[in-house]
């Protein structure tokens, strides 16, 4: 029997991720994934020396609920994330499904309180072509977020170029935003309209709910007022 609950996401700087990893297990993770991004500094010094980038890494594992309550709780204490520019921590929420091994059929096992509306925070992915990022990054700002964690891809479907016997694929960005509730709209139209998604082929912007985060302050408290990687 398999219950999907939640994915628990560290957002940190490069070559830590590992070690949140290992205290994982420690707490009966089973695994997780570390993808390599880049982080925004909100600096206008930075910005105009181009050195605005962050080394970071995320760590993705799949946990229960409670498991991913316990590790919020180890990567305050054990990782110093109530401290600024530490680190973040969050969790985003499945549908808890029942995989009945005999007849290989979902049971829902979860009730209808779980809804988007009943969570304090958003995260807000957009997916981009390469290059595109920054400027997504800096629609975002102007609509109340402090920045971004920018994740490298490439597209799988129909290359946009394609010279035989060639294929160029088209790199893709991928940008985190996590956010209290309460700016999520405005945040997400304004990246839609500064970067046209709704045309074809400029992208795509979804957004997930987060039950919890930890190290995410804001400018004048040490509590998670604000949410932003």
Partial sequence: MIYIETLFFVVLARGKAN???KKAQECGA???TIFLGEGTAPSKLLDALGLNEVQKEILMISASREL???LHEVVNTEFSFSKRNKG???TIPFQQCKLN???RKQENASDNTNTATNFPYSCILTIVDKGRSKACIKAARAAGASGGTVVHGRGAGIPTDFYYPL???PQK??????????KTLQIRERIFTELEIDKTGNGIIFTLPVSRATGLLDDTSEESK???T
Avoid: H, R, W
């Fill in 19 to 21: 070690a949140v990893l």
């Fill in 30 to 32: 089973s695994g997780g």
């Fill in 68 to 70: 991913s309550d316990n």
């Fill in 88 to 90: 973040i921590a969050f």
């Fill in 101 to 103: 091994p005999d007849t």
């Fill in 167 to 169: 294929v160029i694929e």
């Fill in 173 to 182: 960005d991928i940008v985190l935003i996590v956010t209290a509730k309460e």
């Fill in 226 to 228: 604000e949410v932003l």
